[in-house]
């Protein structure tokens, strides 16, 4: 009965040993999913960085496009204005 005894717990320890390895190999690769996904992540983030500074310099530019078209107008409209009384 010993011996049977002795056996059952040999096998449940192995088998506890497995779960253990499977569970610690299950971890691993979740860490490195972890891992891959905070890469990612920062990828993500500087592209972000990236894309607001590009916007930043997109507004400066429209701006001086609108203040040329503004000026543009006004000399277009004044050159109208002298062609039409001349």
């Known amino acids: 009965m010993s011996q049977d005894n002795d056996t059952a ?3 449940e320890n192995n ?3 497995s779960e253990i390895e499977i ?3 299950m971890s691993s ?3 490195i999913l972890i891992i891959n996904m905070n890469h990612k992540l920062m990828n993500m983030d500087d592209q972000m960085k990236k894309l607001i500074e590009q ?3 997109m507004e400066t530019q429209l701006s001086h496009v609108m203040s040329y078209l503004v000026s543009f107008a006004v000399d277009v ?3 109208l204005h ?3 009384y001349k």
């Open 55 to 57: 916007n930043d310099r």
């Open 15 to 17: 088998s506890l040993k």
């Open 9 to 11: 717990l040999t096998l």
């Open 82 to 84: 002298h062609i039409k």
């Open 29 to 31: 690769e979740k860490d």
């Open 23 to 25: 569970l610690h190999r």
């Open 77 to 79: 409209r004044q050159d």
